[in-house]
């Protein structure tokens, strides 16, 4: 198994293109199962979790195209209505597929993706939304057993609480639906109004994605498009805060700042200089002290579970206390104890940790527990003394794509090794 191998202690210098986002990509992918014509995705990323889904949708039938930087997907006929355990449990996303193959088919059978290293992460938001707009949902040996005949109907769904592979999930489904969809309390990330846009490319009638209530008109059929992928803001957001917990300056370039308002104010309280222009953001950090802020996730626009461990991995080295507080996920901390190898403070308590941020961290053997969970490794490691190894990096190439290219682009020691 590959492990990271980091020499520490090294300011970061340069600039780094940002991908495409895993998070939009793995949807927008979903979406070319309600087509009988090619979607023609750019920007892509290329990633294990992107490949893993091709596989997926492969068994679908769908014809994958693989270029650089492009994917064309075509479900000229689904071959398959069935998505087994052995697909499903590797990647929860692609739960996703049982409402665009039932809005088609009008029927499908999925696996249930089971719970994960960041909490249970159960799916019954997602089912209720189907069961609203018509579906007969049945459980049986782990399987979604979802059929809607005569097709799925418009329904008013009101989320008990804000769920983005829930929002997704029901839009992809309603684009088919007989009549019109409301979601009401639906989730408003960047990659929620990336689908509504191809969706949109695709023929698709919808209003008010990026705000708490959609509205989706149900149509007969959609063709095809030829859609880019917006860029992976947590992707950003992890440079961004690699620059300042290492120190130097870092230029993000095809980025959209406007998807990360919530984290900007926030690195510059703890020290660091964020100068925006048109397409670009600088993040430097020349030798003054990291300040300890206090950080609480959120939904968008709040600030990003998905940014969490590499917020925290500033924070351990920050010139007094902080206290951040993780709202999404019941078990998303679990790299404190690796942070904690190299010499961090941070006591977990229920959804707070407190880091008391100490002047150095040193290098240690370390283990990649989630894909953003890695990225805060790294990050910790390029700014302690000495070695770090990061194992188990199969986590981060899930969803970061040529991170030791990039960061190795600005100067950072740091390098793959296979075992
Ligand atoms: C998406 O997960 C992302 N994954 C996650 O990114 C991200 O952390 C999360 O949104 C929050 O922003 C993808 O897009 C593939 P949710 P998702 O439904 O859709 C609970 C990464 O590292 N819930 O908004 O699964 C759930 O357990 C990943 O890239 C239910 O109880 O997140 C969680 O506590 C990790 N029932 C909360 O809601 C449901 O039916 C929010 O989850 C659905 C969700």
Redesign the pocket.
């Known amino acids: 198994m590959d492990k990271i191998v980091i020499e520490g202690g090294t300011p970061l210098s340069g600039q780094i293109s940002i991908s495409g986002a895993?998070?939009s990509a793995?949807k927008l992918m979903v979406a070319c199962l309600l087509s009988d014509e090619p979607l023609e995705l750019t920007n892509m990323p290329n990633l294990r979790d992107t490949r893993f889904l091709g596989h997926l949708l492969e068994n679908f039938g769908v014809e994958v195209t693989d270029g650089v930087g492009r994917l064309t997907l075509h479900a000229k006929t689904l071959s398959s209505t069935t998505a087994p355990y052995d697909l499903v449990r590797k990647m929860?996303?692609s739960f996703n597929v049982l409402g665009p193959v039932l809005a088609r088919a009008h029927k499908a059978k999925v696996s249930l993706p089971g719970g994960c290293a960041?909490?249970?992460?159960?799916?019954?938001?997602?089912l209720n939304a189907l069961k609203a707009m018509g579906a007969n949902i049945e459980l049986s040996e782990g399987y979604v057993i979802a059929s809607a005949k005569g097709g799925l109907k418009g329904a008013d769904i009101t989320f008990p609480?804000?769920?983005?592979?829930?929002t997704e999930h029901a839009m992809l489904a309603a684009v088919l639906a007989k009549g019109e969809t409301t979601l009401n309390n639906a989730?408003r990330?960047p990659?929620i109004v990336d689908l509504a846009n191809c969706l949109q490319a695709m023929g698709a009638k919808i209003n008010g994605a990026g705000r708490s209530e959609i509205t989706i008109e149900g149509v007969e059929k959609l063709g095809g498009a030829k859609f880019a992928v917006v860029p992976d803001r947590?992707e950003a957001g992890t440079y961004a805060l690699a620059a300042a917990t290492v120190g130097g300056a870092v230029r993000l370039v095809n980025v959209r700042s406007d998807h990360l308002g919530s984290l900007w104010p926030l690195i510059a309280q703890a020290g660091a200089k964020v100068t925006m222009d048109e397409d670009s953001v600088l993040v430097e950090r020349h030798g003054t002290p990291i300040r300890p802020v206090d950080v609480e996730t959120q939904?968008y626009p709040g600030f990003?579970?998905?940014l969490q461990a590499q917020f925290m991995a500033m924070m351990c080295l920050a010139d007094g206390v902080s206290i951040i507080r993780e709202n999404?996920?019941?078990n998303r901390f679990m790299h404190c104890p690796e942070l904690s190898r190299m010499g961090a403070n941070i006591t977990v308590s229920g959804r707070e940790a407190i880091i008391r941020g100490v002047p150095k961290l040193k290098g240690a053997q370390v283990m990649a527990t989630?894909?953003?969970a890695s990225a805060s490794l790294i990050a910790a490691g390029l700014a302690a003394e000495g070695t770090t190894e990061v194992g188990r990096v199969y986590h981060l190439d899930r969803?970061f794509e040529q991170i030791e290219v990039k960061l190795g682009n600005c100067g950072a020691r740091i390098k793959r090794v296979k075992e």
Do not use: Q, W
């Open positions: 895993k998070n793995l929860r996303a960041i909490g249970a992460r159960p799916v019954d938001l997602h609480f804000i769920s983005v592979g829930a989730a990330e990659e947590i939904a990003p579970t998905d999404i996920f019941e989630d894909l953003r969803g």
